[in-house]
């Protein structure tokens, strides 16, 4: 019954996101929806230039978990609020073990989770500095438990009541060879980031 009652509360949430980021502030297209519906679990990337990005995924996206900067957490209410809805804080500033661990143990077991990671690490709000910020937690983790990464491209620093376009590309699968030293990690969370603003140019 408890269960029964916190998927209705998620269900009404979800509505609620959709109604007012998806339909009313923004008009919000889905490109390829069908990459994420298909797949059991994985990782969400997409580019992050609008704070209320997150909105557009949650609003379509099934046990999404969310990965977000630890600062969001200082405020009581809103720490009760996200930690209610499976938001989890990260520190951006060093490499963060138990934001790391918590995110390993999201794909324990048989279960159809998804994890939702901005690569960047940060809202990009001018275009030269597009490609040029890089976390490496999505390619380790992808690697680590064997799920793809999901590439998305969302429209950047949209304004309100404008058409925004979230573009899913096709699963990235990287498997633990392919990330054996530094360097190699670097090189695919490169590489990721440029996969999603490609997604631009060809949708």
């Not at 109604?19 to 997409?46: A, T």
């Not at 200082?74 to 934001?99: A, C, G, M, Q, V």
Request: aromatic share 14%; hydrophobic share 40%; proline share 4%.
């Amino acid at each position: 019954m408890i269960e029964y009652h916190l998927v209705i509360k998620v269900q009404v949430m979800k509505n609620i996101v959709k109604f007012i980021f998806c339909k009313f502030l923004y008009k919000v297209e889905y490109v390829n929806l069908e990459n994420i519906q298909n797949i059991k679990n994985c990782i969400i990337c997409p580019n992050h230039s609008n704070v209320f990005d997150p909105t557009f995924i949650y609003a379509q996206v099934d046990n999404l978990y969310i990965m977000a900067k630890s600062e969001l957490f200082k405020n009581r209410l809103i720490r009760w609020l996200f930690t209610k809805y499976h938001i989890f804080p990260t520190n951006r500033e060093k490499i963060d073990f138990k934001s790391l661990s918590h995110s390993l143990s999201i794909f324990d077991g048989d279960n159809n989770n998804k994890l939702l990671m901005f690569p960047e690490g940060r809202v990009i709000k001018v275009k030269n500095d597009i490609g040029k910020y890089y976390k490496k937690g999505a390619v380790y983790i992808s690697a680590t438990c064997k799920i793809p990464i999901i590439p998305v491209y969302i429209t950047m620093r949209p304004k309100f009541f404008t058409k925004v376009k979230v573009i899913f590309g096709n699963p990235i699968y990287i498997s633990k060879n392919e990330i054996i030293n530094k360097k190699q990690i670097e090189e695919k969370s490169k590489q990721l980031i440029k996969e999603i603003y490609n997604l631009k140019e060809r949708n």
